[in-house]
């Protein structure tokens, strides 16, 4: 390979624009080198060093065969500020789920942007977008859209058993709030199985912080008998404030469901023991349900509640005579 195009191509971390080089080579000299399979086009006018490029999936494009970081520069040399990371590659961007090197990777810009679909890249045509705050943020140094029009637009391409954990997430991380991401839904209307994502959003904004909760939202802590629990309550005890899973006011009993990823840790069990304890100083009960029980024994979770519910009522004194 051309030695000033070997620097250049160092300079850049494996990548260049057609642009970039013929500042500095005649064109033959790029041709040349990716005749020779030094060079590959990964998109148009961007080419990388074939070093860079994964030995597997051979049939998958080019700019797949990147590392994620290396081919969303590449994706931005390309666009040239045209559009900006959206969807699943968005969700990536703002921690929220690794999106795997052989996906696609999405963007989203403004209907005039003259952007077309490539492979490996997938361009979603977006009218009134603009391409700067507060629709578009900067992260990891990549224009991204807002993260509530990121966890609406990624929703119907997940599947089915991965699209509550990112907002979940993004809730408890407090990225945003269940009321903004609502906001952004309402302007999506047709969005596949929308039902479902308005559903979780009300369960948000009850309060449930995670699958487990929801589920015992739903299915086991409501009905006849059970008290208007303050989800994910605040209680500060001396210096220390803790969040209640569940947590009935007038009975001071507080209801926490153990994930199955918890059972059996003694580092985890030794932290619950203390921070009961701790409860137990302000006459609050904790009683905890584990994951396996919630799931698989609802019924027997919910009589078991109402009776302990039952016992730490105050009783109605009884008439004089």
């Known amino acids: 390979m051309n030695t000033v195009l070997r620097e250049l191509l160092a300079r850049s971390g494996g990548l260049v624009t057609r642009a ?14 990716c005749r020779a399979g030094g060079l590959v086009r990964v998109l148009p006018g961007v080419f990388a060093s074939a070093q860079l490029l994964v030995a597997r999936p051979r049939d998958a494009p080019a700019l797949n065969r990147l590392d994620p970081s290396v081919a969303r520069r590449a994706v931005c040399a390309w666009a040239r500020g045209r559009a900006a990371f959206s969807h699943l590659t968005a969700l990536d961007l703002w921690g929220l789920r690794q999106q795997a090197s052989a996906d696609l990777l999405h963007l989203s810009a403004p209907n005039d942007s003259g952007l077309r679909g490539q492979p490996g890249a997938r361009v979603h045509r977006r009218r ?15 224009p991204v859209t807002r993260i509530e029009q990121t966890l609406v637009d990624a929703w119907p391409l997940l599947p089915p058993a991965e699209q509550r954990a990112p907002i979940i997430k993004a809730v408890n991380d407090r990225l945003t709030t269940p009321a903004r991401v609502a906001s952004a839904l309402r302007d999506a209307s047709k969005l596949p199985d929308r039902a479902a994502l308005h559903t979780l959003l009300i369960r948000l904004a009850d309060g449930c912080r995670s699958p487990l909760e929801i589920w015992g939202h739903d299915h086991v802590f409501i009905g006849p ?6 989800r994910q309550g605040r209680i500060t005890i001396g210096r220390r404030t803790l969040y209640l899973d569940l947590f009935a006011e007038q009975e001071r009993v507080n209801i926490e469901l153990d994930g199955a990823t918890t059972h059996g840790d003694p580092r985890q069990r030794e932290i619950d023991l203390r921070r009961d304890a701790l409860l137990a100083t302000a006459g609050i009960l904790v009683v905890r349900f584990a994951h396996r029980r919630l799931i698989h024994e609802p019924d027997d979770v919910r009589r078991e509640t109402l009776a302990i519910l039952a016992t730490r009522r105050p009783s109605t004194p009884r008439p004089c005579r």
């Open 128 to 142: 009134h977008l603009t391409l700067q705050p507060p629709q578009v943020v900067v992260r990891q140094g990549h």
């Open 225 to 230: 008998g059970m008290p208007a629990f303050q």
């Open 20 to 33: 970039d080089v013929e500042q500095v080579v005649p064109r033959w000299v790029l041709q040349k080198a």
